[in-house]
T-cell receptor, first 110, second 115 residues
Framework: LAKTTQPISMDSYEGQEVNITCSHN???????ITWYQQFPSQGPRFIIQ???TKVTNEVASLFIPADRKSSTLSLPRVSLSDTAVYYC???????????FGTGTRLTVIP | DGGITQSPKYLFRKEGQNVTLSCEQN?????MYWYRQDPGQGLRLIYY???????QKGDIAEGYSVSREKKESFPLTVTSAQKNPTAFYLC??????????????FGPGTRLTVL
């Protein structure tokens, strides 16, 4: 399984843009990068997925440089309700397992 | 209203007892999964099933058992052989297991406490 490294925690004030960077040095050619969000006592929820360059949806943007060894999840103008744990996963084609590390605990401060 | 349901939300068990956690999905997904999450930790895979009547062990299968008799259902039994069963249990399903673009949909979880 391709492992990822991301900061354990981050704090941000309401209204700011938050960028969470994930390192995945051993990503393979056919692997995709997926981010999930988890609130306390709930199951993780899919946020965004990408392969290269930039992907944007109504919730977030995902930036992936050309070498694909890292990725950055960008949350525009966070609110208190964005306080959660964010997991970066590398999804390997053919694998039957997703590796959820400890994620990044984002705390949004009023 | 499509999704994954898990029941019960909270479960208490005495030591030495087996207990079964329910997971049902109406998303028509072939693949289903069971994860365990301990406080402050990520998710660890217990069992997964890619098709009815077939399932595979994950990373921490010891002390657990599953069945997959119907596409919609994937119950997990925590047996007395599981040494430290107190945890948050999450069930998930997905449409394209093994594909790089596969995403998993999770249920609300069951919190099991052994007294």
């Amino acid at each position: 399984l391709a492992k990822t490294t991301q900061p354990i925690s981050m704090d941000s004030y309401e209204g700011q843009e938050v960028n969470i960077t994930c390192s995945h040095n051993n990503i393979a050619t056919n692997d995709y990068i997926t981010w999930y969000q988890q609130f306390p006592s709930q199951g993780p929820r899919f946020i965004i997925q990408g392969y290269k360059t930039k992907v944007t949806n109504e919730v977030a943007s995902l930036f992936i440089p050309a070498d694909r060894k890292s990725s950055t999840l960008s949350l525009p103008r966070v609110s208190l309700s964005d306080t959660a744990v964010y997991y970066c996963l590398v999804v390997q084609t053919g694998a039957n397992n997703l590796f959820f590390g400890t994620g990044t605990r984002l705390t949004v401060i009023p | 209203d499509g999704g994954i349901t898990q029941s019960p939300k909270y479960l208490f068990r005495k030591e030495g007892q087996n207990v079964t956690l329910s997971c049902e999905q109406n998303l028509n997904h072939d693949a289903m999964y069971w994860y365990r999450q301990d406080p402050g930790q990520g998710l660890r895979l217990i069992y997964y099933s890619q098709i009815v009547n077939d399932f595979q062990k994950g990373d921490i299968a010891e002390g657990y058992s599953v069945s997959r008799e119907k596409k919609e259902s994937f119950p997990l039994t925590v047996t007395s052989a599981q040494k430290n069963p107190t945890a948050f249990y999450l069930c998930a399903s997905s449409l394209f297991p093994g594909a790089g673009t596969d995403t998993q949909y999770f249920g609300p979880g069951t919190r099991l406490t052994v007294l």
